[in-house]
């Protein structure tokens, strides 16, 4: 299960969302996040599903890989979804049962909230992490923030703080993993028993795991005071960031994918949430 977490991975490729600038593609998850959260009526969320179907399609990321980082999210997704069932009422009642009470409307928002949450997080993940490097997304970052240098804020250290903490989540998984495996091969048992049990049988896990961090965090200190590191201050780059008019075009495609989905609320609701 840990190995299907793919947040913070970064898979090499030559599409267009690869080739955009790091700062359009920044601009492009808020963007992406907005339209979603705009989206009202059903009409809208068939409009979010087929503009994330086709970013999904664009970028070249196997579906598979989109699943797989999914995996690990059903429970919450569940968990959501009877929530909306169970609390949501309405005025076409389909079940009837002692206290509980299931509505049409309760259904039809758990579909959409589903159907928010999946789309958030694979379109997301598409548009950013998949398809940008570390180093790239902290250089976008950097010069998306230059602006609040003015006020003192240390932009260049949030940026590195940001990108380190997505480097290390596949190594974090990875090393959780060995760790499991290892104390499973001396008779630990994590699938059975009660809760409280369970929860106790992860103390091992944690307490090495804890350790490992900061072991790493230390080490990788260590090794940027090595190499004379300094932040931002006269930093040159290797690779400058230019603009270049498929971004510009980009932007404004999903800028105009927003004002779609409102007026999608607007003319075609369907069903209002």
Request: contains cysteine.
């Amino acid at each position: 299960m840990l190995k299907d977490i793919t947040l913070g991975q970064f898979f090499p490729g030559d599409s267009i969302l690869h080739k955009l600038d790091p700062r359009t593609k920044i601009i492009l998850t808020l963007l992406y996040i907005t339209s979603i959260f705009l989206a009202t009526s059903v009409s809208g969320y068939i409009y979010i599903m087929l503009y994330t179907g086709l970013l999904v399609f664009i970028s070249r990321i196997p579906i598979k890989i989109i699943v797989k980082g999914l995996r690990p999210l059903i429970v919450i997704i569940a968990f959501t979804a009877i929530i909306n069932i169970l609390w949501t009422k309405g005025e076409v009642l389909m079940v009837d049962f002692y206290f509980i009470n299931i509505y049409l409307e309760g259904i039809m928002y758990a579909l959409l909230m589903i159907i928010r949450i999946t789309s958030l997080l694979a379109g997301t993940s598409v548009i950013l992490t998949y398809t940008t490097s570390p180093i790239a997304l902290t250089d976008g970052l950097e010069r998306l923030l230059a602006p609040l240098k003015s006020i003192h804020l240390p932009v260049h250290e949030f940026a590195m703080m940001m990108t380190i903490a997505l480097r290390f989540i596949p190594t974090l998984i990875e090393e959780t993993d060995k760790i499991m495996n290892a104390q499973k091969a001396r008779g630990a048992d994590f699938s059975t028993g009660s809760l409280t049990k369970r929860a106790k049988a992860l103390i091992p896990i944690l307490i090495p795991l804890f350790i490992s961090a900061f072991r790493r965090a230390d080490e990788l200190s260590t090794a940027m005071e090595c190499r004379c590191y300094r932040g931002g201050d006269n930093r040159t780059r290797m690779t400058v960031l230019r603009m270049r008019p498929a971004d510009f075009i980009t932007i404004a495609l999903l800028a105009m994918s927003c004002i779609i989905t409102i007026l999608l609320n607007i003319n075609f609701p369907i069903y209002k949430i």
